[in-house]
């Protein structure tokens, strides 16, 4: 029969599946360990990450070399995400079958292959926090650095309020935008070690406080007219 003949060559390893290739398998890239009567996989990121996979099931499938820097799941246990609804979750468990996610003491469960195909944003590695905030354009004689530092110095001081400082890479005040006869618009940009991510919206909350504080302070007035929120989403880090 055609299939006994397909799985006699992937048995016999001339087929299109080879042990030491990867193989999509159900959604998840798998390694092929041993070809015998039941094809051995395994998946290294993945808790029990190791299944067998009858000849019949394998023999449709096809199997391609892999370098070293391939990942296996976009995730680890203990990684900080963002999910495509722009919600922040860290990763608690993940199986063949399911990811389990804690989402400020809320756990989200996603079938895995489902997970693995999304346009999940891994910020383990660190991450971008850039809010804007507008000045009116009458004050286009201020200098640009003295809005710079008030931004930055108030903005850091909030930030020690909730013990996020120590994991602040960097932090930069610059002009976004000019919208003539409006308003200047400054975006705050800072970049995070991944530990923190679970602050993100404070954070973001937090600057706009503190650039509000500074105007209030020093007397700048806001746009006269109402401009729309420019929070750019999170950006990971390098």
Avoid at 219 to 232: A, E, I, M, T
Wanted: proline fraction near 4%; glycine fraction near 8%.
């Amino acid at each position: 029969a055609p299939g006994s003949v397909s799985e006699l060559k992937l048995f016999l390893t001339l087929g299109a599946v080879r042990e030491g290739e990867r193989i999509l398998y159900r959604g998840i890239p798998w390694a092929v360990k041993r070809l015998a009567f039941y094809c051995t996989c395994v998946n290294p990121v993945l808790e029990n990450g190791r299944i067998r996979i009858s000849l019949g099931e394998i023999a449709g499938l096809n199997s391609r070399p892999f370098n070293s820097e391939e990942d296996w799941f976009p995730t680890q246990v203990g990684d900080n995400i963002f999910l495509p609804d722009g919600n922040y979750a860290k990763v608690k468990r993940q199986t063949p079958e399911m990811v389990y996610l804690d989402s400020f003491f809320r756990e989200i469960m996603i079938p895995a292959a489902d997970f693995y195909s999304m346009q999940v944003q891994n910020v383990a590695e660190g991450f971008y926090v850039s809010p804007t905030f507008g000045l009116d354009y009458s004050h286009t004689d201020l200098k640009v650095s003295d809005v710079a530092q008030a931004f930055e110095a108030k903005v850091r001081e909030k930030l020690d309020e909730i013990g996020v400082t120590r994991y602040l890479r960097s932090i930069s005040v610059q002009v976004k935008r000019i919208i003539y006869g409006q308003a200047i618009e400054y975006a705050v940009v800072m970049e995070y070690d991944g530990e923190c991510a679970g602050s993100y919206f404070r954070i973001e909350r937090l600057t706009n406080h503190a650039c509000l504080e500074v105007c209030q302070a020093k007397g700048w007035k806001l746009p006269r007219q109402q401009l729309s929120v420019h929070n750019d989403s999170v950006t990971q880090g390098r």
